[in-house]
């Protein structure tokens, strides 16, 4: 019988963060004035989809001060009562956009331009492409206050950036966003599955738990199991940050059989045509 070992590590953000170079660091700035808590990171599995930003936290609170990532124009101002509730889109000049979802109300100048849009249309849900001239932003002014609209269940800033081009979602944390995460993520359970009928594990079928013993450098060992045929590896886990009891996602996955890598799942960024794929991870 051939033993093989599996290895699957998690990545922390700050691990990656300082090996991507291709998103500007010192762009953009954060978008509210208080120390970055997420409720919710980027890429997460949600319910048919990935989550497409990250969700900051407000302190239990609505109404915080929210400034423009940078230089720019608002290209789409959208209202609904589900949703993203109140949106602002900010379209920038480096061919990214940065997008700020949930707001209670906006700045005086954008609500004065929508007021009059939604008279003009007999309508309170509308959305609206302003023209570049219309309603210019400087970075870190303020361009709307926190809220709860939406489709939200408490008070939160729900951040995003994509590709103007593209419209491709991409991890904000990724421009040099400043989050405190000193915090190692988290597998919680791990199981083999037999994936044709004539693979086993441990002369069976069915899922096979893995009894994980954690070791002195804060590695996991797995229990040994004898197994043939194509068989598959599934982990439940979870990461924390800094501040917060909340259990957030991953940002990055590594499968290693034998120190050769089999599988990686890397929440760099992804198309919302691609985000339907989330229940292959579930």
């Known amino acids: 019988m051939r033993v093989h070992y599996?290895?699957?590590?998690?990545?922390?953000?700050?691990?990656?963060?300082?090996?991507?170079?291709?998103?500007?660091?010192?762009?953009?700035?954060?978008?509210?004035?208080?120390?970055?808590?997420?409720?919710?990171?980027?890429?997460?599995?949600?319910?048919?989809?990935?989550?497409?930003?990250?969700?900051?936290?407000?302190?239990?609170?609505?109404?915080?001060?929210?400034?423009?990532?940078?230089?720019?124009?608002?290209?789409?101002?959208?209202?609904?009562?589900?949703?993203?509730g109140k949106t602002l889109y900010l379209t920038h000049s480096n061919g990214f956009t940065s997008v700020y979802a949930h707001l209670q109300k906006f700045s005086p100048k954008i609500e004065a331009f929508v007021k009059k849009q939604q008279y003009k249309k007999e309508s309170y849900t509308i959305q609206l492409f302003p023209k570049k001239e219309e309603l210019q932003i400087k970075k870190g002014e303020i361009i709307a206050y926190s809220g709860n609209t939406g489709s939200s269940s408490a008070p939160h800033l729900h951040f995003e950036i994509r590709d103007t081009q593209t419209e491709k979602i991409i991890n904000p944390l990724l421009f040099g966003i400043d989050v405190e995460d000193n915090i190692k993520p988290v597998i919680s359970t791990a199981y083999l599955y037999s994936l044709e009928d004539n693979s086993q594990v441990n002369t069976s079928q069915l899922p096979v738990k893995l009894e994980l013993e954690k070791l002195e450098n804060g590695d996991l060992k797995a229990s040994p199991v004898e197994a043939f045929g194509l068989i598959g590896v599934g982990v439940k886990s979870f990461d924390r940050l800094d501040g917060a009891k909340n259990k957030n996602g991953l940002y990055q996955l590594n499968v290693k059989l034998n120190n050769q890598q089999i599988y990686n799942h890397c929440l760099e960024t992804f198309s919302f045509a691609e985000s339907k794929y989330i229940n292959l991870l579930i």
Request: glycine residues 8%.
């Open 6 to 84: 599996l290895l699957i590590s998690f990545l922390c953000l700050t691990t990656i963060l300082s090996a991507q170079e291709k998103y500007p660091k010192d762009y953009f700035r954060k978008p509210l004035d208080i120390p970055l808590v997420l409720a919710g990171t980027f890429g997460e599995l949600r319910s048919n989809h990935f989550h497409s930003g990250i969700d900051i936290k407000t302190n239990g609170e609505e109404g915080l001060p929210v400034k423009a990532a940078a230089d720019g124009s608002i290209s789409r101002i959208k209202i609904k009562l589900f949703g993203y």
